[in-house]
T-cell receptor
Framework: DGGITQSPKYLFRKEGQNVTLSCEQNLNHDAMYWYRQDPGQGLRLIYYSQIVNDFQKGDIAEGYSVSREKKESFPLTVTSAQKNPTAFYLC????????????FGSGTRLTVV | GESVGLHLPTLSVQEGDNSIINCAYSNSASDYFIWYKQESGKGPQFIIDIRSNMDKRQGQRVTVLLNKTVKHLSLQIAATQPGDSAVYFCAESVGGTSYGKLTFGQGTILTVHP
């Protein structure tokens, strides 16, 4: 079955460390996205990529970095510059211009310890 | 910046009732809207979408209504079941697709009592 896989499901980070969250899709979708969700709040866009080797900042990109070397993969690195990284991170993908809604992964819950 | 918001943060209904979840949007340029369902600890699931050239769209047990005059979107769930209990988000975008950025509302918690 096609879908989006995020790993790990839970991640713990010490202050000052960088961590990388994995997102892989086998849907042959062109565009991929990273969102952050805080308790009781909606989703906020961190970064997105519409084609390989290209990506754009979202609304809250500071302290995060991404790469898009393959169509299937869009890893997110939470750097030590992100002062409040504890959150639920969601990856999504969609077809190019077909107008279909996103498909989301199951999320990674990151906690700073 | 412009954003999507919800009138009611929580909604409690009895099993079998119809549910209506509302959403107000402020960006008059938005022309594509999606409803998502999110269960605890999971990613959002696509429910239904609608483009601005439509006023109504129906799916299985769900109907989305769009009123562009007052910038209002609603999700109607018929014969609500306990499995419908979740947080429901509306989202909007400009350009007719979700290819670019989606702006999400804060969500409405739907609780269905048996």
């Amino acid at each position: 079955d096609g879908g989006i896989t995020q790993s790990p499901k839970y991640l713990f980070r010490k202050e000052g460390q960088n961590v990388t969250l994995s997102c892989e899709q086998n849907l042959n979708h062109d565009a991929m996205y990273w969102y952050r969700q805080d308790p009781g709040q909606g989703l906020r866009l961190i970064y997105y990529s519409q084609i390989v080797n290209d990506f754009q900042k979202g609304d809250i990109a500071e302290g995060y970095s991404v790469s898009r070397e393959k169509k299937e993969s869009f890893p997110l690195t939470v750097t030590s510059a992100q002062k409040n990284p504890t959150a639920f991170y969601l990856c999504a993908s969609t077809r190019g211009s077909q107008g279909y809604g996103y498909t989301f992964g199951s999320g990674t819950r990151l906690t700073v310890v | 910046g412009e954003s999507v918001g919800l009138h009611l943060p929580t909604l409690s209904v009895q099993e079998g009732d119809n549910s209506i979840i509302n959403c107000a949007y402020s960006n008059s340029a938005s022309d594509y809207f999606i409803w998502y369902k999110q269960e605890s600890g999971k990613g959002p699931q696509f429910i239904i979408d609608i483009r601005s050239n439509m006023d109504k769209r129906q799916g299985q047990r769900v109907t989305v209504l769009l009123n562009k005059t007052v910038k209002h979107l609603s999700l109607q769930i018929a014969a609500t079941q306990p499995g419908d209990s979740a947080v429901y988000f509306c989202a909007e975008s400009v350009g007719g697709t979700s290819y670019g950025k989606l702006t999400f509302g804060q969500g409405t918690i739907l609780t269905v009592h048996p």
